[in-house]
């Protein structure tokens, strides 16, 4: 799919993908209405706005996943390593394309389909609705 496509696709969390756990249903409502936010901003062109969505959703990215991990390993260890492993992987290629994008390295729109679309959409909302109900069984 096209960038563009892409982006908006994380513009509408997807209820039927909610894992029946408080914390982290909520955070990923609030991880997809951050990025609804960040391609709207981005869409009309307002560079200090994105700029500052960009980075206060990476912080969120990150404040979920460490959130997720600590839910996770309550229920199954080792499914909460196998997540641990996931994000760590997230946050490595995040933080490179975020230092290249403010070494000029990387565009904007690059970080932003990263961010928004593999980030979210992918690992967020990825697999079969329900997956991460059943680990949490």
Same mark, same amino acid.
């Given at each position: 799919?096209?960038?563009?496509? /892409?982006?908006?696709?994380?513009? $509408?969390?997807?209820?039927? !993908?909610?894992? %029946?756990?408080?914390?982290?249903? =909520?955070?990923?409502?609030?991880?997809?209405?951050?990025?609804?936010?960040?391609?709207a901003?981005?869409?009309?062109?307002?560079?200090?706005?994105?700029?500052?969505?960009? /980075?206060d959703?990476?912080?969120k $990215?990150?404040?979920?996943n !460490?959130?997720? %991990?600590r839910?996770?390993?309550? =229920?199954?260890?080792?499914?909460?390593?196998?997540?641990r492993?996931?994000?760590?992987a997230?946050?490595?290629?995040?933080?490179?394309?975020?230092?290249?994008?403010?070494?000029?390295?990387?565009?904007?729109?690059e970080?932003?389909?990263?961010?928004?679309?593999?980030?979210?959409?992918?690992?967020?909302?990825?697999?079969?609705?329900?997956?991460?109900?059943?680990?949490?069984?």
């Open positions: 799919k096209g960038n563009h496509e /892409r982006a908006m696709m994380a513009r $509408v969390w997807d209820p039927s !993908r909610e894992c %029946e756990h408080e914390i982290i249903d =909520s955070d990923h409502r609030d991880l997809f209405a951050a990025a609804h936010q960040l391609v901003a981005a869409s009309a062109g307002r560079t200090e706005a994105v700029d500052t969505l960009i /980075r959703l990476i912080f $990215v990150e404040a979920h !460490r959130r997720e %991990e839910v996770l390993e309550q =229920s199954s260890p080792t499914v909460a390593a196998e997540h492993r996931e994000h760590e997230q946050a490595s290629k995040l933080g490179a394309l975020y230092r290249g994008y403010l070494a000029g390295r990387v565009r904007r729109p970080l932003i389909e990263c961010l928004v679309y593999d980030a979210l959409v992918e690992r967020a909302a990825g697999g079969p609705p329900g997956q991460q109900r059943a680990f949490l069984a």
